[in-house]
């Protein structure tokens, strides 16, 4: 036992060692603690990287950490409390689902702490049920997202174009997907009342379901002029079917985020647009607000960041100012 | 129970075994205390009541998990189920509960219910069709992590009655009722495991099931109820975590089965059956508490936690063998 015991205690001192080189927490007065989802996501990269800016340009210290993918409810949860205990003076928090931070976030009102909804996945009646009051919200608007879709089909056929038009919902039971699609369909419905959905499917967020809808509704509607996909992916599953199909300069593809196979779609001239979200303005601006709320300031309860519309023209151009927070 | 007619050679082998049991590996606590007192050097917020109970709260769900684990790994099974079953049960609880209006303590014993009834399931399927516990707790994982996702329509369940939240977020005399709901498991199974006679034949079918079998352990009996109680547990894990939440999430406890196996075998477990203690699988679910809860205050990417683990998990084992290996030479 008593050489044994000497390795143990060599491995541990290896260990320490070997920690020692992490440097060492020390209590910064006035941390904003920043929770996302996961890092494992370019979406989710692209906002820390606004958060890391805007707070360099305030000039205030943060702390950043995440879970390890986003259905890790509980250990996110854990991490959260774990947060609390460096006291900082706010935490923005993007939770995995609507209520599997609310201990955590009951806790740190409790303790004085500003809390922050970063991109909308906190449910306000659940708040108002739990007594949680949010300093503010914020992330892209998703209804407008899907409305600006709408205006850009319209800009594109005009108003009083006719014919059918598809669109492609994500997951069932996912607000996200549900709010592009309600605001596309609104706004279609207004704008160019000609214009027909005559369809709208639920593609589960999957590039080759979203496929497969393509060509059954191209089947039934040959002469389909225009699709909306809740996501870009979906979006790009259309366009494979809609150019399998021959129907390429017939039909008018719309999809939403505005990632970087979407951008390369565009630019080769395939995919028509799409709504790029902008999760790093998403990232600085909570900074820069919370910093404000701190200081004493109003701030806006609900914060939409705008969204884009990417097409060919405005890629090629590169004039638009917002083009430098697209991911 | 069973018949007394044990042979002598078996009953001195129990006997053993038991005291085996009592002693705790020095080697695991040493890491503990050794881990504790670098986190403490290296962050000023490691030591202190509201961090301890902290790192108790997280270990909690992962804890009663580690439970079952030692129980149906020492008895030389296999659960795969536990992570599932535990969100299986919290939706289970949840929907009872919230969507059909039931009082509270039903809606908590749902959810251990709901958990058994799974682990019931499993003990049936592995002792009368002879399918392998491999095989039977990961088609489970699949079965249970459906219905929960089925049950809830892939959406949380929020708004549990007043005794149920109170049972997760609740805090008597200022500490979590989780944590002592988690405290008390543990007291119990440890003295289940290590003094009683269910403890012992829990054991002796890992060490030889044939030789169990001859003692007069009626060996599939004995297998049916501890995937039942696996399950069961499985359920209080839910339960805790649902009422933690106030809601029932079908996603609850996502990959949680290889996290309790890991701190049953960090703790001394034998993977093959035959040893284990819950002493020491408390001991290797708080280091991974200890170790998870350092790196967060520190601020350290969560990927380098998985690693750190994975590490300690590899080494506990190899320590483990290396003193087994040195004891034979001798």
């Not at chain 1, 389909?224 to 199909?245: K, P, Q, R, S, T």
Request: aromatic letters at 6%; proline letters at 4%; hydrophobic letters at 50%.
């Amino acid at each position: 036992m008593q050489p044994f015991v000497a390795k143990i205690n060599r491995f541990t001192l290896a260990l320490g060692v070997a920690m020692a080189f992490a440097a060492p927490a020390i209590a910064e007065d006035g941390e904003y603690g920043v929770l996302m989802k996961t890092l494992a996501n370019p979406f989710w990269g692209a906002m820390s990287q606004g958060v890391e800016d805007g707070a360099k340009e305030a000039g205030v210290k943060y702390f950043l950490q995440a879970a390890e993918s986003d259905q890790a409810a509980e250990p996110q949860l854990n991490l959260c409390n774990t947060m609390l205990e460096r006291k900082p003076v706010a935490m923005i928090t993007a939770a995995i689902n609507s209520t599997n931070l609310l201990p955590c976030l009951k806790a740190a009102q409790d303790a004085g702490i500003k809390v922050v909804d970063l991109d909308g996945n906190l449910d306000q009646a659940v708040l108002d049920k739990e007594g949680i009051k949010i300093t503010f919200r914020i992330g892209s608007d998703n209804v407008a997202a899907g409305a600006q879709g709408a205006d850009y089909l319209v800009e594109k056929l005009g108003k009083d174009a006719k014919g059918p038009v598809l669109v492609i919902e994500g997951l069932s039971g996912n607000v996200t997907g549900q709010r592009r699609a309600q605001g596309f369909a609104a706004r279609l419905k207004e704008q160019a009342p000609g214009l027909e959905v005559v369809a709208s499917l639920p593609g589960d967020w999957d590039r080759g379901k979203a496929a497969s809808i393509t060509n059954d509704i191209l089947t039934r509607n040959p002469d389909l002029v225009g699709i909306f996909a809740a996501n870009d992916g979906m979006a790009l599953g259309a366009v494979e079917a809609v150019y399998a199909a021959g129907k390429g300069d017939q039909v008018t593809i719309i999809g939403v985020d505005g990632n970087s196979d979407a951008v390369k779609s565009i630019k080769d001239g395939r995919l028509n647009a799409s709504v790029a979200q902008l999760p790093y303005l998403v990232g600085k601006q909570a900074v820069e607000n919370v910093k404000k709320a701190i200081a004493g300031e109003s701030v806006t309860a609900d914060i939409a960041v705008p969204t884009l519309v990417l097409t060919k023209d405005v890629l090629d151009a590169g004039k638009e100012p917002m083009l430098q927070y697209v991911k | 129970m069973t018949h007394e007619t044990a042979q002598p050679g078996l009953w001195a082998r129990a006997q053993r075994t038991s005291v085996e049991q009592l002693h705790i590996r020095l080697e695991s606590f040493i890491v503990l205390i050794v881990l504790s007192a670098v986190m403490a050097v290296l962050s000023p917020f490691f030591l202190s009541l509201s961090n301890f109970l902290n790192i108790l709260l997280a270990t909690s769900t992962i804890g009663v998990l580690a439970i079952a684990a030692t129980y149906v790994i020492g008895s030389g099974g296999l659960d795969l189920s536990l992570g599932s079953v535990m969100g299986l049960s919290g939706v289970a609880g949840a929907y009872v509960a919230v969507n059909l209006g039931a009082p509270s303590p039903v809606g908590l014993a749902t959810c251990i219910l709901a958990g058994a009834a799974a682990g019931y399931v499993n003990g049936q399927l592995i002792t009368r069709a002879f399918v392998p516990a491999f095989i039977v707790t990961l088609g489970m994982l699949g079965l249970a992590r459906g219905l929960a996702l089925v049950i809830s329509d892939g959406r949380v369940i929020y708004g549990l009655p007043a005794v149920m939240v109170y049972v997760g977020q609740g805090r008597p005399l200022g500490i979590p009722m989780p944590v002592i709901i988690f405290v008390v498991t543990a007291i119990v199974a440890h003295c289940v495991l290590a003094y009683s006679k269910f403890g012992r034949h829990t054991m002796a079918l890992g060490d030889s099931e044939s030789a169990a079998r001859a003692a007069g352990i009626r060996v599939e009996r004995h297998r049916r109820i501890l995937y039942t109680l696996s399950g069961a547990l499985a359920g209080l894990a839910g339960m805790l975590f649902m009422a933690r939440i106030n809601s029932g999430d079908p996603t609850a406890g996502l990959n949680y089965e290889l996290t309790a196996i890991t701190a049953a075998i960090i703790g001394g477990t034998n993977l093959f059956g035959g040893r284990g203690s819950i002493l020491g699988t408390m001991i290797g679910a708080l280091i991974m508490g200890v170790l998870q809860n350092g790196l967060n205050l520190l601020a350290v990417q969560s990927y380098y936690q998985q690693m750190a683990i994975g590490a300690v998990l590899i080494l506990a084992v190899f320590i483990d063998q290396y003193q087994v290996r040195r004891e034979s030479r001798v």
